[in-house]
């Protein structure tokens, strides 16, 4: 199972046999089962190369890091796997049909209205007005062309 990885000390991620190490200043090198990480999220100052970051590419391994105060600064998303492209043509073809187009909206919609409810239902003496407003508004939604869910 693969687990996210969190660095807090300064140091440097470096590639060296086909193992990623991790050098904190002044301490030894360690090294990091990448097979066992989904993500590594960097809190501290740390310097790595290209070779470092191919490689964590090829094992689909994201990076993320944050500034000295702990804020999101940015991310190293590895290249998409599928490189067939038939997801994006399977997604052109529902786009390009209507009554697939449709469907496809009708079914977000009534996903949503299905968790708004189920939200407000958790506060039901203090939500009840608006438990009924959503039912309402949830009837034209089912009529909607030619669907009849």
């Known amino acids: 199972m693969k687990r996210d990885h969190y660095l807090y000390s300064n140091g440097r991620l470096k590639r060296k046999d086909n ?16 097979e066992k990480i989904r993500n590594i999220h960097i809190f501290g100052e740390i310097d790595m190369n290209n070779k470092v970051l191919n490689y964590l590419n090829q094992y689909g391994i994201c990076v993320h890091m944050y ?15 599928q490189l067939s492209g038939y997801s994006i043509t ?8 209507e009554y697939k187009r449709l469907y496809l ?3 977000f919609l009534q996903g ?4 708004m409810k189920r939200n407000l239902r958790r506060y039901k003496e203090k939500t009840e007005k608006q438990l009924s407003e959503i039912e309402q508004r949830r009837v034209p939604c089912r009529n909607t062309g030619r669907f009849r869910n």
């Open 90 to 97: 399977k997604q052109s073809e529902h786009y390009l049909d």
């Open 67 to 81: 500034n000295y105060y702990g804020f999101y600064s940015g991310s190293f998303y590895p290249r998409e796997v």
């Open 105 to 107: 909206a009708v079914s």
């Open 112 to 115: 949503g209205i299905h968790h």
């Open 19 to 34: 193992t990623i190490y991790f050098e904190a200043k002044g301490e030894r090198a360690k090294p990091l089962p990448v």
